[in-house]
């Protein structure tokens, strides 16, 4: 049950750093064991990063819009 709690678990999107607190282990302990599950994690991190940014910032300059460097 374990395993099958943090594979649905990252499948669901939840981070490596939340599923090792629920699970009493190291962030490391889960990306070694399950950490080729996380797959799209990174294109989710940078999707809310984008969104935090565009929220505090504007639109314009989360996009790039307007040849300014983001």
Avoid: P
Avoid at 28 to 33: L, P, V, W
Avoid at 44 to 63: H, N, P
């Amino acid at each position: 049950m374990r395993h099958s709690f943090a594979t649905w678990a990252l499948d669901a999107g939840l981070s490596i750093f939340d599923l090792s607190c629920y699970m009493g282990t190291s962030v490391e302990m889960i990306d070694r064991t399950y950490g080729h599950l996380a797959q799209g994690a990174e294109q989710s991190a940078r999707e809310k990063l984008d969104a935090a940014y565009a929220s505090r910032f504007g639109q314009e300059v989360a996009t790039g819009e307007g040849g300014e460097d983001g």
